[in-house]
């Protein structure tokens, strides 16, 4: 991945399936839009950029980034989504909702920041790192493994 930033990358087809991800996770949160289905839509489009950036070797630093916005994003949407509901599912529930919250911030904000930080400054993608425990090995080295991790958290 280059550090040059050009304005084609913009119109890259992985960066356009992100842009495209936005715009169902918009949707998502308009009222009388199903949820469910336009996130599960952004979600699956996610399977896609990576794929598309490498066949078309239009990987790029701008598409890195976005990806991973995009998947915060995405992911904290999907958590407030799940407070919201147990809060409206009435007081019984409502002490959940926090739970959801200290998840959205802990994991999607101060996890995948730090994680983002040190391999900006290692210069590593951060797919790369921590290879030498096993529990990340299965996680990222098993396609399988990965999309059910994700899958189960999402």
């Not at 396609?143 to 994700?150: D, I, S, Y």
Request: with cysteine.
């Amino acid at each position: 991945m280059g550090l040059d930033f050009e304005l084609k990358q913009l119109l890259y087809v992985p960066n356009i399936i992100d842009y495209a991800r936005l715009l169902f996770l918009w949707i998502s949160l308009q009222p009388g839009y199903n949820f469910a289905v336009w996130y599960a839509g952004s979600y699956l489009l996610d399977a896609f950029d990576g794929i598309a950036a490498r066949q078309l070797n239009q990987c790029s630093k701008l598409g890195y980034y976005l990806d991973m916005v995009i998947d915060r994003i995405s992911s904290c949407i999907c958590l407030h989504v799940a407070a919201e509901a147990m809060i409206n599912l009435g007081p019984q529930y409502a002490w959940t909702a926090p739970i959801f919250y200290a998840l959205l911030v802990f994991v999607e904000v101060i996890a995948h920041g730090v994680v983002t930080y040190y391999a900006e400054v290692k210069g590593v993608h951060q797919k790369l790192m921590g290879h030498e425990y096993k529990v990340v090995q299965l996680y990222l080295g098993n396609k399988g493994v990965l999309f059910l991790a994700c899958a189960g958290f999402e």
